[in-house]
């Protein structure tokens, strides 16, 4: 299955590090795990710090940084994607799930600190919000939360044990 990520880096940074496969290898396991059998398309843009927290602001009124945000162009529930319900790119016939913005700045502060370097906080942050575009949400400590943060806990296992060393 084809799916598509449309990247925009609003900022530079971090050497050589491709997000791009990251995030594609991310975005992948994610759909697979959630038995998406449709070709998706997400748009992502690379910020920094500043640019997350203007848009933080601007579209939540926080008036902080913060490591992803996600834009869905769906409302799904939690598990319940529906392809025949979901918007179209009219030139691909891509189900259209939304939009994500993640700083890589707090992705490499992050990766440091959690102790997993940034590669791995990427491609996190991509399975965080990409759950997010498919309805899953984690406003309170209660039930979402938990369902959340177990499918992120089995998709980074995925992930992580088809890693290339």
């Known amino acids: 299955m084809k799916h598509k990520v449309y990247l925009t ?63 869905p162009a769906n409302e799904f529930a939690a598990g319940g994607f529906a392809p025949e319900l979901a918007e179209r790119n009219p030139k691909t016939g891509r189900a259209v799930l939304g939009d994500m913005a993640l700083s890589l700045e707090r992705a490499s502060s992050q ?27 984690h406003v309170d400590e209660g039930e979402g939360k938990r369902v959340m943060r177990e499918r992120e806990k089995e998709i980074m296992a995925r992930i992580e044990g088809v890693r290339e060393e």
Do not use: M, W
């Open 9 to 71: 880096r609003e900022k530079r940074g971090l050497g050589q590090l491709s997000a791009r496969l990251l995030i594609v290898r991310a975005l992948n396991a994610a759909l697979l795990a959630e038995k998406i059998e449709v070709p998706c398309e997400v748009s992502v843009l690379l910020t920094d710090d500043e640019g997350i927290h203007r848009l933080n602001k601007e579209f939540r009124n926080v008036d902080s940084a913060t490591d992803v945000l996600s834009f």
């Open 111 to 137: 990766g440091e600190e959690f102790g997993h370097g940034t590669k791995r906080e990427i491609q996190y942050l991509t399975v965080h919000s990409v759950l997010h575009l498919l309805g899953y949400d």
